[in-house]
Each structure stands twice: as structure tokens, then as C-alpha cells.
């Protein structure tokens, strides 16, 4: 099992940047895929972003070119990067762990574990 903790969302104006960080713990940090989902009010939860341990990544349509997913092994944190942010954004913003695909799958069913999410919003 993987413990995840977010931290660094916040309240940033539209056009602004914020960083999350997400510290993992409890398995070899770089034998699974990591990801970044987000849930607004009254929508379900969305796949944003995730990275292989190989540096794979992918990302959403919507957020492609805006945000970038990195992680540092030797830390064991992965990293999502956003930029240009826009009120649309706005949503609480969750961290994951996948094991055992060979390639990234973004449904949140098979991600196995989570963390408790931390809040982003995005004034207009």
C-alpha cells in the first residue's frame, strides 16, 4: 500500500500559477505511476495528468500545454506544475498511485490508492 499527502493548492488569480507537490510513502516510490485527478463541485472526478516511472506522461486535453507532471524519485514526490490557470480549474485536486499496468490508464477505478486532496481555486 502507498500513502500520498498533497500540499500547495490555494487561491490564485486567473492567468496564475500554482505548484502541488504530493509525498509518497510505503512502496518503492519509483515502481508505480503517478497521477494527478480533480474533482469540482457536482462533477465527477476527472484524470488530469500521470507519469510512469520511465517519465511517461500524459495529460488531459484540457490541460495540456498548461500544466507539466513531474516527479523526483530521490524525494519521492511526484509534482504538478500549473500554469496559465483559468477559473475552470477550480477544484480540489487529488494525487495517485497505479501499479501493475504497462502503460497509464485514466479511469480513477484503476488507481489504488489516494490522497485526501488539497483545494484549488481559481478567481476570474
Known amino acids: 500500500q502507498v500513502q500520498l499527502v498533497e500540499s500547495g493548492g490555494g487561491l490564485v488569480q486567473a492567468g496564475g500559477s500554482l505548484r502541488l507537490s504530493c509525498a509518497a510513502s510505503?512502496?518503492?516510490?519509483?515502481?508505480?505511476?503517478l497521477g494527478w485527478f480533480r474533482q469540482a463541485p457536482g462533477k465527477e472526478r476527472e484524470f488530469v495528468a500521470a507519469?510512469?516511472?520511465?517519465?511517461?506522461?500524459l495529460y488531459a486535453n484540457s490541460v495540456k500545454g498548461r500544466f507539466t507532471i513531474s516527479r523526483d524519485n530521490a524525494k519521492n514526490t511526484v509534482y504538478l506544475q500549473m500554469n496559465s490557470l483559468k477559473p475552470e480549474d477550480t477544484a480540489i485536486y487529488y494525487c495517485?498511485?497505479?501499479?501493475?499496468?504497462?502503460?497509464?490508464?485514466?479511469?480513477?477505478?484503476?488507481?489504488?490508492?489516494w490522497g485526501q486532496g488539497t483545494q484549488v481555486t481559481v478567481s476570474s
Open positions: 510505503g512502496r518503492t516510490f519509483s515502481s508505480y505511476t
Open positions: 495517485a498511485a497505479q501499479f501493475g499496468f504497462s502503460v497509464i490508464r485514466q479511469t480513477p477505478t484503476d488507481f489504488h490508492s
Open positions: 507519469i510512469r516511472w520511465s517519465d511517461s506522461t
